[in-house]
C-alpha cells in the first residue's frame, strides 16, 4: 500500500481535500475541465508503476515467440498457418491486456479528484505502446516469412485490436461490479471467447484463412466488435457514484449548520 500511496501523493500533491474544498482546494482551483486536465499531465508517472506489467510483459512475449520462433526457423509455413499464429499472438495480448486495470489501491483512489474514466484511460494508454510494440514484432516475424510477405497485415491488426477491446470492456464490466482483481476471470473470458471464435464455421466464422470469400465481411464484424467493446468499456469505466460523492460534504456541512 505503501507505493499506491505514494502514487497518489504525486499525482495528487494539493492533497485528496483538493476534490471538494479545504486545505487542498488549491489543486482544485479553475474550471473542472481545466482541473482534470492538470491532473491528467500528471497521472502518466505514477501510472507507470502502478500498472501491472508483469502479465503484460509475459503475455507480449510469449506471443512474439509463438510467432516469431517457427516464422523465422522454417519455410515451409504457409499464409493461413501464419495467420493463425498472428491470432494466437493477438489472444495473448488480450490476455495481458486483461490484467491492466487490476489496482490493489481501487477503493483508496475512489476518493481522489481524477474520474475513473481518466484513471483506467491512463492506463490503457501507457500500455498501449507495449502491446503495440509486441504486435509489431509478431506482424515483422510473420511477414519475413516467405509466405508472409503478402499477409493483410491490417485486417488481423483489426482482429488484435477488437479483442484487446474486448478484454478491457469485460475488464471494466467486472471491477465496476467489484473492486476486486478483474484480470483472472477477464483472462478466462477472452480465452473462452477465442476458443468460440476459432470453431465457427462458415459463414460465421471469425477466423478465415487469407483470401477466404467472407474476408471482407467478417472484418467488417470485426470492426463492429471493436466498436461495441470500447463503448461498453466507455461505459463500465464511468465513475457513477463520482457526483453523489463529491456532493456529500457540502449536504453535510448545510445538515451540521442546520442542527447547529
Known sequence: ??????????????????????????????TGRGRIARIAVR?????????PWAPILAASVVGTGLVGWPALSRDDLSAALLSNLL?????????GAAFLLDDPA?????????????????????ALPVLAGGWAIAVLSARSA?????????????????????????????LRRDDRAA???TAIVVLTAAVVAAVLDEPIALFPPPGDAHWGPTHRWWALIAVSALSLYAWAAHDRNR????????????WRGRAG
Open 1 to 30: 500500500m505503501t507505493i499506491h500511496n505514494k502514487t497518489l501523493r504525486d499525482a495528487y500533491p494539493g492533497g485528496l481535500a483538493g476534490a471538494g474544498g479545504g486545505p487542498g482546494r488549491a489543486a482544485g482551483r479553475g
Open 43 to 51: 497521472l502518466p508517472g505514477p501510472t507507470l508503476r502502478a500498472v
Open 87 to 95: 491470432r494466437l499472438a493477438a489472444v495473448c495480448a488480450a490476455v
Open 106 to 126: 481501487a477503493r483508496t483512489v475512489q476518493t481522489t479528484p481524477a474520474p475513473r474514466l481518466l484513471r483506467l484511460s491512463m492506463r490503457v494508454a501507457v
Open 146 to 174: 516467405p509466405n508472409g510477405r503478402q499477409l493483410p497485415w491490417v485486417a488481423l491488426s483489426l482482429e488484435a485490436a477488437a479483442l484487446i477491446a474486448v478484454a478491457l470492456a469485460v475488464a471494466a464490466v467486472q
Open 183 to 185: 484480470g483472472p476471470l
Open 243 to 254: 457526483r453523489r460523492r463529491l456532493r456529500l460534504p457540502v449536504r453535510a456541512r448545510v
